[in-house]
């Protein structure tokens, strides 16, 4: 296999991980406003130097938070994917093994 072609996969496999990983930013960015929202209600409650805080400040706290949820779950989504298909290619690897060794072909790994 050449360079060029080892990360290359079908067209299938690219919308399913585009699928899984755009779930996933959706999922982190509610959770993320969620907590947001949350730290917001604990904050104004407890906090004089929150309360303080003009409009854009508050808002670059949601939008701080509301972001790094959702790259985290993203990036952990991509991160299972690509594990899961690591795992199925070495199934792959040992089936064809295995196939070859019932068929009497020698196959260097």
Known sequence: MSYEN???????????AFEISSRALL?????G?????TAHAVLLRFSHGFKN?????KCAFHTIIIGSVSAWK?????TDYRHHMSLLMKKK???????????????EE
């Not at 406003?33 to 929202?37: G, H, K, R």
């Not at 690897?93 to 196959?107: L, P, Q, Y």
Request: proline content about 2%; charged content about 35%; hydrophobic content about 40%.
């Open 6 to 16: 080892r990360y290359i996969h079908d067209e299938r496999k690219r919308k399913s």
């Open 93 to 107: 690897r040992e089936k064809m093994i295995e196939e070859a060794a019932e068929n009497g072909i020698f196959i």
């Open 74 to 78: 993203g990036e952990k989504s991509v």
């Open 33 to 37: 406003a969620v907590l947001s929202i």
């Open 27 to 31: 999922l982190g960015a509610v959770q």
């Open 53 to 57: 805080l003009r409009t854009p400040l």
